[in-house]
């Protein structure tokens, strides 16, 4: 970087240049990383439903529903420092042992031991604070901490309901459906069916989307075929984990057959009356 700066200017003359560097630490903990799990580990990835994934890492309750705190773990070391003063300053019970050396070991930070003496130290002080207050504190220390998307006390969200109250090895699928956004334009047949819509075209030109949209839009075949192979390399997946009881289907649609041959020849016909 400092040489390319140096070569914007004139080596032959004596004038300098004021540069202003940002440095910011980007920390990027919202990706998806159950695919790469599997891939290395062999084992899928599942709701912790409000358990510490390791000391400082996970949803706890506070006076007027949950909070999301990633203190440890994978962040950065300055995140759990950062936490540590900010209980120490509040006058949280026992928050100085969290300062010893101990708690940066990535090793130690997954036992059932320091996640029960993190959460005996920091769960009283949560329950005591409101979300709001947790929140807006722990951003202002740069601390990785966030109201619970979906709290316990959130119903209506079948995957989280099997996974939380059944054995079922619940699995939310998705894809893009234009029908649905809140950018599109007239409902009808062509949206739903073909998935064109100018206003998500121009939305992605703005970067107003999460995903990409082009002319081609996004049809309905394709978002079947997508969950289809989601689904079908997910019984793979469980099958491969648990060949004991294997999970059998016949003649699911190849990805590619769905694009090029459209979905009806692969619907029963109504019936007729």
């Known amino acids: 970087m400092m040489a390319l700066f140096s070569n914007a200017n004139d080596p032959t003359t004596a004038r300098g240049r004021n540069i202003d560097v940002s440095i910011q630490e980007c920390v990027v903990m919202g990706l998806e990383n159950a695919v ?7 084992r899928i990835r ?10 400082g890492m996970g949803v706890f309750a506070c006076a007027d529903g949950e909070v999301y705190l ?24 026992g928050a100085e042992v969290l300062g010893e050396p101990r708690w940066k070991d990535h090793d130690y930070l997954v036992t059932e031991e320091a996640k029960q003496q993190f959460g005996a130290i920091f769960a009283p002080f949560a329950k005591s604070r409101s979300k ?28 989280r309901e099997f996974g939380d109250y059944t054995n079922a090895e619940a699995v939310l699928t998705e894809s893009p459906n234009p ?13 739903v069916v073909d998935g064109h819509d100018t206003n998500y075209v121009r939305a992605a030109k703005l970067k107003r989307l999460f995903v990409s949209f082009d002319e081609q839009g996004w049809p309905l ?6 969950n289809l192979a989601a689904i079908e390399e997910l019984i793979n997946a469980y099958n491969e984990l648990h060949p004991e009881t294997p999970i059998e289907v016949e003649n699911i649609p190849p990805y590619k057959d769905v694009i090029a041959r459209g979905l009806g020849v692969f619907l029963q016909q109504p019936p007729r009356s």
């Not at 504190?137 to 995957?159: C, W």
């Not at 956004?181 to 047949?189: D, P, S, V, Y």
């Open 36 to 42: 790469q799990f599997f891939d290395l580990e062999r």
């Open 46 to 55: 599942k709701r912790e439903s409000g358990k510490q994934v390791m000391a």
């Open 70 to 93: 990633m203190a440890g773990g994978i962040a950065s070391s300055s995140f759990w420092e950062n936490t540590v003063k900010w209980f120490v300053e509040e006058g949280v019970d």
């Open 132 to 159: 709001s207050y947790l929140y807006e504190t722990g951003q202002a220390r740069r601390i990785p901490i966030s109201l619970a998307a979906s709290p316990k006390n959130l119903h209506g969200l079948s995957h």
């Open 179 to 191: 029908a649905m956004g809140r950018l599109r334009g007239r409902t009808g047949e062509d949206l």
């Open 221 to 226: 075949k394709t978002r079947v075929a997508r």
